[in-house]
C-alpha cells in the first residue's frame, strides 16, 4: 500500500528547509523532495576547491539538465541562457538559480541578513505620495505587501535568535543604538551575536564614509561569530559564497532538516527527485504530486498539503506546468536586482581573499525612502555595501579592468601588483515589476525529461540604468575619498538577467483576482497547496531577500499549525 504523508515539502532550501522542519517537529507525517543531494558531513571537509564549486559549477543548476531561456522582448526568440552557459552547460553561480540539494541557496550564499525596512512593505503608496502617479511608468505593477514590517517583525526575530544572526542593532524599541544603522525600523532586541570581524580596509570606507556624511554599520550576518547552537565560530576561511562552509559556522537549512530527521520519525528526505506535477482531486483540492526518481521512473507521492518550496523561477515553471494559473498572474511581476559592481585597487595591502565577503559595512542613508531628491528620476533607494574578502583567484580573474590582458606576462604581472589590494562595492537596485518582464513555459525548449523549460522574458530599461549610475557616483566620491589608485565598473546595463535575487513570480496578497497565494503562500485557487519563497514577494526591495524568506517560512509553518497571528487564522485540517 502506498504511503500517505500529512505534508509534501517540495525543495528543502531557505523555506522549505524550515517548513519542513516545523512540521515533523510539530507530529506532522511529512516527505521531503529534493533535486539534488541530501548532503553529508564528509561533503563539507575538503571544499576548499575554486575549480569544482565556481568553474564547474557543482552545487547550482547547470543549463543541460534545467535549461533556462532568455529574450529581452516578447518579439524575440529565446535562447538558453548565455551569460550562464558554455560547452559543459555551466555558468558563474551569481547568475544562475541558487543551488540544489538540502539547504539549497543557504548552503552557498555569502549569508547577508537584512530584514526589510518598515517602508518596504509601502513602496507603491510611499512613491505615489512623495511623488505623484505620473511618476510610475503605466505597465508597472508596483503595489504594497499585504503584511507589514509589524507583522513580520517577531518572525525576523525568530530568525535571527533561532537560526542565529550576527550584528549590531540600531534602533531596539525606538531607541537608536551607537555603532548600529540609526534607519532600520525598530527590534524588540539586539541580535544574538555580534559581527564578524572587521577586514582591513573596512576602516578605511567607514572613516571616508563618515567624512562624506554617511553613517556606516556592519553587516549582519547569518555567520556564527561565537559558537552558537552547535554552530562553531567563523574560522574566516575566505571560501564562503558559492561553497559549502566546512565548520558549519554559516546558517544553513540543511542543519535543520538533517536533525528533524535523524531526531524524530516524522521527516523523510528523499534525494534526486524531479518533481513535474502538482496532482489534484475533482474538487480542486491538492492530493499530491509526480515526480521522476534518479533513474527515471515516474512516482506518484500523495498528501492533504503541498509546499513549493523551490527558487521562484522553479516555483513558476511548476505552477504553470501543472495548469495551476487561474488568475493569469504566475510568472508576472519578475523583479531583480542590478548590482552595479565596483571594484578599485587600493594604495595598501587588503588581502581580499581573507575572511567572508561580509567582513565590511554597509551605507543605508539613500535606502528605500530615504533617496534624496535626484535629477536621474531615481524613485526606490538601495544601500551601498562592501565586499571585503571572500575573492577568490579565478573569479576576480573574470572582473579585471577592460584593458589588463588574459593571459601570459601581462595577466601575471597585474595579478602579482595589484590581486591584495583589492577592494569592492555594490549597491542593489531592484527592478520595478512590469507587465513587459515575466516567465513562462518555453514553447519549444524542453529538459531531458521532456519538461518544459522556463523562459524568461526581462531586459534593463532607461530607468534601471540612470538608477545604477546614480548609486555609481556615489561609489565614486567614496572611493575618491579612500585614496582608490584606479577602479573600473560593471555596465549599468549588465548581460545577466538571474542574479539568485529574483522575486515575484507568484505574488501574494488577499485578492485571488490580483495574486496568486495569500499571505501564508497558500495558493488561492488550490486548497493545501502552498508556494513560498522570494516569488511571494509583491515588489523586491533593496536588500537581500533571504532573512525575509525566512521570515514568511515561519509565518506559513504557524498558519498550518494555527498559531498565526496575521489576519484571520485557521489551523488547516490535516486528514
Known amino acids: 500500500m502506498t504511503k500517505h504523508y500529512d505534508a509534501i515539502v517540495v525543495g528543502l532550501g531557505a523555506s522549505g528547509g524550515i517548513i519542513a522542519t516545523e512540521l515533523a517537529r510539530a507530529g506532522l507525517k511529512v516527505v521531503g523532495l529534493e533535486k539534488g543531494a541530501f548532503y553529508k558531513e564528509q561533503d563539507f571537509l575538503t571544499k576548499f576547491d575554486e575549480i569544482r564549486y565556481y568553474c564547474r559549477s557543482a552545487m547550482v543548476p547547470h543549463m543541460r539538465t534545467d535549461p533556462i531561456t532568455w ?116 527590534r524588540k532586541r539586539d541580535y544574538p551575536m555580534p559581527p564578524l570581524p572587521r577586514a582591513g580596509a573596512d576602516k578605511l570606507f567607514t572613516e571616508a564614509a563618515r567624512k562624506l556624511g554617511y553613517h556606516p554599520f556592519a553587516t549582519p550576518t547569518g555567520i556564527a561569530t561565537i559558537d552558537y547552537k552547535g554552530r562553531s565560530a567563523c574560522t574566516n576561511c575566505g571560501f564562503c559564497h558559492g561553497y559549502h562552509c566546512h565548520v558549519g559556522a554559516k546558517l544553513s537549512t540543511h542543519e535543520l532538516v538533517s536533525a528533524a530527521n535523524k531526531e524524530t520519525d516524522n521527516l523523510e528526505i528523499r534525494q534526486y527527485v524531479r518533481v513535474f506535477k502538482v496532482n489534484r482531486d475533482s474538487s480542486g483540492h491538492v492530493h499530491g504530486v509526480s515526480y521522476f526518481d534518479s533513474e527515471g521512473n515516474v512516482v506518484e507521492v500523495t498528501a492533504d498539503i503541498v509546499i513549493l518550496s523551490c527558487y521562484a523561477l ?94 601570459g606576462k601581462g595577466l601575471k604581472d597585474w595579478l602579482s601588483e595589484n590581486y591584495r589590494k583589492l577592494f569592492k562595492m555594490y549597491s542593489q537596485h531592484s527592478t520595478l515589476p512590469s507587465e513587459q518582464f515575466y516567465v513562462d513555459l518555453d514553447p519549444k525548449v524542453k529538459d531531458p ?120 487564522v485557521e489551523k488547516m485540517e490535516v486528514i
Request: hydrophobic share 35%; net charge negative.
Open 71 to 186: 529574450r529581452s522582448n516578447n518579439k524575440k526568440e529565446a535562447v538558453v541562457l548565455p551569460w550562464a552557459s558554455n560547452k559543459l552547460g555551466l555558468g558563474d553561480p551569481f547568475q544562475t538559480p541558487p543551488s540544489i540539494g538540502t539547504g539549497g541557496g543557504t548552503r552557498s550564499w555569502g549569508a547577508a541578513s537584512f530584514r526589510f525596512r518598515e517602508s518596504d512593505f509601502k513602496m507603491r503608496s510611499l512613491i505615489v505620495e512623495r511623488f505623484s502617479e505620473s511618476a510610475l511608468q503605466d505597465d508597472t505593477t508596483v503595489v504594497d505587501w499585504p503584511v507589514s514590517y509589524e507583522d513580520l517583525e517577531p518572525y525576523y526575530d525568530k530568525v535571527e535568535w533561532e537560526l542565529g544572526v550576527a550584528g549590531k542593532p540600531g534602533n531596539i524599541n525606538g531607541e537608536v543604538q551607537e555603532g548600529g544603522n540609526p534607519f532600520e525600523s525598530p
Open 449 to 568: 525529461f521532456g519538461q518544459p523549460a522556463l523562459r524568461i522574458t526581462h531586459d534593463w530599461t532607461e530607468y534601471d540604468r540612470k538608477t545604477v549610475e546614480y548609486f555609481m557616483k556615489i561609489k565614486r566620491q567614496l572611493a575618491r575619498e579612500m585614496g582608490m589608485k584606479d577602479w573600473w565598473e560593471d555596465s549599468p546595463t549588465p548581460n545577466y538577467h538571474v542574479t539568485v535575487h529574483d522575486t515575484g513570480t507568484h505574488r501574494m496578497g488577499w485578492d485571488p483576482a490580483a495574486s496568486v497565494v495569500n499571505p501564508y503562500g497558500e495558493v488561492h485557487e488550490c486548497k493545501g497547496l502552498f508556494a513560498v519563497g522570494g516569488g511571494q514577494f509583491p515588489t523586491l526591495p533593496s536588500y537581500n531577500p533571504t532573512e525575509t524568506i525566512m521570515a514568511l517560512a515561519y509565518l506559513t509553518s504557524d498558519h498550518i499549525l494555527g498559531r498565526s497571528a496575521v489576519g484571520k
Open 314 to 407: 522553479e516555483n513558476a515553471r511548476l505552477l504553470l506546468a501543472s495548469g495551476i494559473n487561474e488568475s493569469g498572474h504566475v510568472g508576472k511581476h519578475l523583479s531583480i536586482h542590478n548590482y552595479g559592481w565596483f571594484t578599485g585597487i587600493m594604495p595598501e595591502i587588503t588581502n581580499p581573499f581573507m575572511g567572508s565577503l561580509q567582513s565590511g559595512s554597509v551605507l543605508d542613508d539613500l535606502t528605500s525612502e530615504l533617496i534624496p531628491d535626484n535629477e536621474e528620476g531615481v524613485l526606490w533607494g538601495s544601500p551601498i555595501n562592501t565586499w571585503t574578502g571572500d575573492m577568490q583567484p579565478i573569479e576576480t580573474v573574470h572582473s579585471l579592468p577592460p584593458h589588463v590582458p588574459k593571459w
